[in-house]
């Protein structure tokens, strides 16, 4: 019989890899891929811990995917073994499709999310398989019939949102985020189809829905990892007007030609290679364009990247209520004669945007607590300790961003 591998993790211990065909998975170099990837963007800026990778999250969510399923199994659910490789690996690859630096650049190297590109990995990744994947898709898709399964991936109380937020607690430090998967899991039911958590996991979920809360503001949302992030944004924007006006700039091959060119779903479609090209990227490409970059001609770029490589990050404040124009264009005024560069380039100076988060969305996949009268009730109405109307209503902030001239 042969050994199954196992794996070190910083969060859960010694973790077991459970299926012969997830070991070649993660074997294969697209997944390698995503240990240069870094889960939180440039958020180790802030948090100097922060380093840790897409890598790190997809096993740790395939550990808890393990662990949930045979929760439900113990609790008389029929789950084949055909079921629980596919769920393993539908969570497994679930962010295999995210670009360098995570939701950061997302939508901007390419005009495509992150879920679309992992479909399409799975689906090039099914054939070389010979068809082993074909389950772990329609779980992943929503098109499998035991619905449960798809929302152990992708729900308002997913594997995926329990392995992030206390990896992500535990790398930045910051304990708001910890929660008690381990008891949320244990609690986990299946009624009418869908994934339910029984009545005694009431509070571990009013816990996690809170420390979902904190987590964006206070990390997700961190006002200089916005700073950090929006400078990044603006880097490539300005890489690609340059790339696409004919400049030369350094970079390696991929990273040049998807600044040089605006791909979409038609182009993944129609060209193959696009998505070999895509698997290509990582941070280090666009690092190292950046390091290099900061020593451009174009002034625009070259002071974005400099600060940025510096940690001289702009300036940022954070509002309830847009900024005035007037406030705009009088920044925008002094950057321009400050730096001496042309007022319509001052727009890649000058950042403006606005940030939203809702820890918990009623009536969208629900979070639905079963009573031991059988009654099923949504957290929402549920708990008697939070106002989760409250931490379900959408919270927008605007921001303004500049480089720092001084008082």
Same mark, same amino acid.
């Given at each position: 019989?042969?050994?199954?591998?196992?794996?070190?993790?910083?969060?859960?211990?010694?973790?077991?890899?459970?299926?012969?065909?997830?070991?070649?998975?993660?074997?294969?170099?697209?997944?390698?891929?995503?240990?240069?990837?870094?889960?939180?963007?440039?958020?180790?800026?802030?948090?100097?811990?922060?380093?840790h990778t897409r890598f790190h999250h997809a096993l740790g969510a395939m550990y808890l995917m393990t662990?949930?399923?045979?929760?439900?199994?113990?609790?008389?659910?029929?789950?084949?073994?055909?079921?629980?490789?596919?769920?393993?690996?539908?969570?497994?690859?679930?962010?295999?499709?995210?670009?360098?630096?995570?939701?950061?650049?997302?939508?901007?190297?390419?005009?495509?999310?992150?879920?679309?590109?992992?479909?399409?990995?799975?689906?090039?990744?099914?054939?070389?398989?010979?068809?082993?994947?074909?389950?772990?898709?329609?779980?992943?898709?929503?098109?499998?019939?035991?619905?449960?399964?798809?929302?152990?991936?992708?729900?308002?109380?997913?594997?995926?949102?329990?392995?992030?937020?206390?990896?992500?607690?535990?790398?930045?430090?910051?304990?708001?985020?910890?929660?008690?998967?381990?008891?949320?899991?244990?609690?986990?039911?299946?009624?009418?189809?869908?994934?339910?958590?029984?009545?005694?996991?009431?509070?571990?979920?009013?816990?996690?829905?809170?420390?979902?809360?904190?987590?964006?503001?206070?990390?997700? @949302?961190? #006002?200089?990892?916005?700073?950090?992030?929006?400078?990044? /944004? &603006? *880097?490539? +924007?300005?890489?690609? =007007?340059?790339? $696409?006006?004919?400049?030369?700039?350094?970079?390696?091959?991929?990273?040049?030609?998807?600044?040089?060119?605006?791909?979409?779903?038609?182009?993944?479609?129609?060209?193959?290679?696009?998505?070999?090209?895509?698997?290509?990227?990582d941070d280090f490409d666009v690092l190292s364009a950046v390091k290099s970059w900061a020593n451009h001609?174009?002034?625009?770029?070259?002071? @974005?990247? #400099?600060?940025?490589?510096?940690?001289?990050?702009?300036? /940022? &404040? *954070?509002? +309830?209520?847009?900024? =005035?124009?007037? $406030?705009?264009d009088s920044i925008k005024q002094k950057i321009s004669a400050h730096f001496n560069v042309d007022l319509?380039?001052?727009?890649?100076?000058?950042?403006?945007?606005?940030?939203?988060?809702?820890?918990?969305?009623?009536?969208?996949?629900?979070?639905?607590?079963?009573?031991?009268?059988?009654?099923?009730?949504?957290?929402?109405?549920?708990?008697?300790?939070?106002?989760?109307?409250?931490?379900?209503?959408?919270?927008?902030?605007?921001?303004?961003?500049?480089?720092?001239?001084?008082?």
């Amino acid at each position: 019989m042969k050994r199954k591998k196992i794996i070190n993790d910083p969060v859960y211990g010694f973790i077991t890899i459970p299926f012969d065909t997830v070991q070649r998975i993660i074997d294969h170099p697209w997944f390698q891929r995503l240990a240069r990837i870094r889960q939180l963007g440039l958020t180790s800026l802030v948090y100097p811990g922060a380093l840790h990778t897409r890598f790190h999250h997809a096993l740790g969510a395939m550990y808890l995917m393990t662990t949930a399923i045979d929760t439900l199994r113990s609790k008389g659910h029929e789950i084949t073994e055909e079921e629980a490789e596919a769920a393993t690996i539908a969570i497994l690859l679930h962010d295999i499709g995210h670009g360098p630096f995570s939701h950061a650049l997302e939508n901007l190297l390419v005009h495509v999310d992150h879920e679309y590109l992992s479909d399409l990995f799975m689906q090039r990744l099914n054939q070389e398989f010979q068809g082993k994947l074909t389950e772990a898709i329609r779980i992943f898709n929503d098109e499998h019939p035991k619905k449960f399964l798809h929302q152990l991936v992708s729900s308002q109380l997913d594997v995926d949102r329990l392995d992030y937020l206390n990896r992500d607690s535990f790398f930045t430090g910051v304990s708001e985020g910890v929660i008690s998967s381990e008891r949320i899991i244990k609690m986990l039911e299946v009624a009418g189809g869908n994934l339910v958590v029984e009545e005694k996991g009431l509070y571990s979920v009013e816990k996690f829905i809170i420390a979902r809360r904190l987590m964006y503001w206070q990390v997700y @949302l961190h #006002k200089t990892t916005l700073a950090a992030e929006h400078m990044l /944004i &603006s *880097i490539i +924007k300005r890489a690609r =007007e340059l790339c $696409q006006n004919g400049e030369q700039l350094f970079g390696s091959g991929p990273l040049l030609d998807f600044l040089s060119n605006d791909y979409g779903k038609k182009d993944f479609e129609s060209r193959s290679e696009l998505l070999d090209l895509f698997a290509l990227l990582d941070d280090f490409d666009v690092l190292s364009a950046v390091k290099s970059w900061a020593n451009h001609p174009d002034k625009t770029l070259s002071i @974005l990247c #400099k600060s940025l490589i510096d940690r001289r990050l702009f300036k /940022i &404040s *954070i509002s +309830k209520s847009s900024p =005035e124009q007037q $406030q705009i264009d009088s920044i925008k005024q002094k950057i321009s004669a400050h730096f001496n560069v042309d007022l319509n380039l001052a727009d890649y100076l000058v950042l403006t945007g606005k940030v939203w988060n809702s820890a918990y969305k009623v009536n969208e996949n629900n979070i639905n607590i079963l009573f031991k009268d059988g009654r099923l009730t949504d957290i929402a109405e549920a708990s008697d300790n939070l106002n989760i109307s409250s931490l379900s209503s959408t919270v927008t902030k605007y921001f303004l961003a500049s480089p720092y001239l001084g008082s």
